[in-house]
Each structure stands twice: as C-alpha cells, then as structure tokens.
C-alpha cells in the first residue's frame, strides 16, 4: 500500500511550534509534525498566529503531503517531524 492523506484535519502545536496531521498506509495510521518556520513566510521573531501557521499549510498542503510520502517512502516509520530542510 502507498501513503495516503484522507482526512484533511490538521492541529496547530503551539508549545512544539508545529503543525499536526496523519497519513494512512492501509489500516496503519502514521503521524506527521511540520515545523511552523517550515512553511510560513513570516520573517522569524514575528509574532504569527495559530490561523496564520493553519492557513499556510492549508495553502501547502499538497507539496507537504508529497514531501511526508517521500519521508515515509525512505524509511516507514510510524512518527516524522518534518523540518525546513526537508523543504529545501
């Protein structure tokens, strides 16, 4: 089975600075975490909001989700914390 995304939920971690969402390979749930600085374009130190980190996954939504696949693809672990590097 491949990694799938059908539930578009998404949480906002505010004490990890992350944004939360899940994966599906087959009846396996994997968790995923992205780095808040990875995806928005706030300049760093700027007070940004929960809505504002939301929106910006929202709007990158389907390159995250192929950047988590290709994480998933590489090593099938159950938990990913992806970063601005993986986005590099």
């Not at 994966?23 to 928005?40: E, N, R, T, W, Y």
């Not at 929106?55 to 159950?78: E, G, L, Q």
Request: net charge positive.
């Amino acid at each position: 089975m491949s990694l799938t995304f059908p539930n578009r939920s998404r949480s906002y971690d505010e004490a990890g600075k992350r944004i939360r969402f899940v994966g599906h390979d087959g009846m396996f749930q994997i968790s995923f975490s992205v780095a808040a600085d990875a995806i928005s374009k706030a300049p760093s130190g700027t007070a940004t909001s929960e809505a504002t980190y939301l929106a910006a996954f929202d709007t990158a939504s389907n390159s995250i989700h192929d950047i988590a696949s290709k994480a998933y693809a590489r090593t099938r672990k159950s938990v990913y914390v992806l970063t601005a590097a993986d986005f590099g």
